[in-house]
């Protein structure tokens, strides 16, 4: 019978090794100083090309934080966190659990752009790192009226706020944003009405679900509210998606969408139009994607405002904007 290093074997030989784990052990101030740390190991054991890297860190570590409504009302809701920093070529990583530390030291703090900045700052010294980025990505409840039956329901919106320290000292904010609603097509309306005109044909023109997602910079001294971003995109498209419908409504809405008949052309020069005229908006991106009733693919846009600089309208992510 071989023997078993971690089990005991059935011809009653016991394990090599004895497994158990110590409840009861605490650690003590010598016993800390005496772990080892990977951080102090010799160059040598880098393994890989000897270069910098750009990003390394965590994402997706969960939990509960606080957002201030543009009304004032202090909402917590469950984020996503994805923290990173750039790592010089002679060491050989991060202690990763800094990151989650010097975040969990600012937890208690309502979510602005300048609370980020104080983490990205805390987790920069922390880590010794000379760049870091932050993202907190959730979903933000917003009550929407119906139409016409005077009802309201909660609507959610996918939100992200952003923000980048560099290795010169600027601090970046961003804020993306998911729109989803309805796009009617110019072209199948117009067919249709012909073949009524014509042919006393009954016809239904072609609309499908869409998403807008909206990537802004916000500009050096000025607040902009997630409430803004959702105005402007209404103001824009106005064809939102609806919560809470009766039969009223749904005529509500196919008259709105007969109103405002648009292409993923026309939605993309919609928004630009709604938020290159806010000043408090210093670069955008903006991507939709119809997603076509007719075809079997979807119809695609990408705008950007063409800041020196700024975001270029390299978006081909597609598939995230499934709605």
């Known amino acids: 019978m071989k023997p078993m290093y971690l089990h005991d074997s059935s011809c009653g030989q016991k394990a090599k090794i004895k497994r158990s784990y110590d409840k009861g052990f605490r650690s003590t101030a010598a016993h800390l100083a005496s772990l080892p740390d ?22 997706n570590f969960r939990l509960p934080l606080k957002y201030r409504t543009k009304a004032g009302k202090i909402v917590t ?3 996503s966190v994805t923290g990173t920093v750039s790592l010089e070529a002679e060491l050989k990583g991060i202690n990763m659990s800094r990151i989650m530390r010097s975040f969990y030291d600012h ?21 010794e790192s000379k760049d870091a980025r932050l993202k907190v ?13 005077n009802l309201e329901g909660w609507q959610y919106y996918e939100v992200a706020f952003e923000g980048v320290m560099t290795r010169d000292g600027q601090y970046r904010r961003f804020m993306h944003f998911d729109f989803v609603y ?10 249709t009405e012909h073949a009524r005109d014509v042919r006393g044909a009954y016809g239904v023109p072609h609309s499908q679900r869409s998403k807008a ?28 998606t609806q919560v809470m419908v009766k039969r009223e409504d749904e005529q509500a809405f196919a008259e709105l969408n007969g ?21 408090r908006v210093r670069d955008f991106r903006i991507a939709c994607s119809h997603l076509e009733s007719l075809h079997s693919h979807d119809a695609v846009s990408v705008i950007c405002k063409g800041v020196k600089g700024g975001f270029s309208a390299d978006f081909m992510d597609f598939g995230s904007l499934l709605c």
């Not at 937890?107 to 880590?127: C, F, P």
């Open 259 to 279: 109103a405002y008949l648009k292409f993923v052309e026309d939605a993309a020069r919609l928004l630009y139009r709604e938020f290159d005229g806010d000043e």
């Open 38 to 59: 990977m951080m102090q190991a010799a160059h040598d054991s880098i393994q890989g090309a000897h270069v910098p890297i750009q990003q390394v860190g965590i994402h």
């Open 107 to 127: 937890k208690d703090g309502v979510i602005t752009g300048e609370w980020m900045g104080k983490i990205l700052k805390a987790y920069l010294r922390k880590v």
């Open 182 to 191: 309805s796009s009617a097509c110019p072209c199948s309306a117009e067919l």
């Open 137 to 149: 990505k959730f979903s933000y409840p917003m009550l929407r009226p119906s139409l016409r039956s």
């Open 77 to 79: 809701l469950e984020t």
């Open 213 to 240: 997602r909206i990537c802004i910079e916000a500009a050096e001294g000025k607040k902009i509210w997630i409430e803004d971003i959702h105005a402007h995109c209404l103001n824009a498209l106005q064809t939102e």
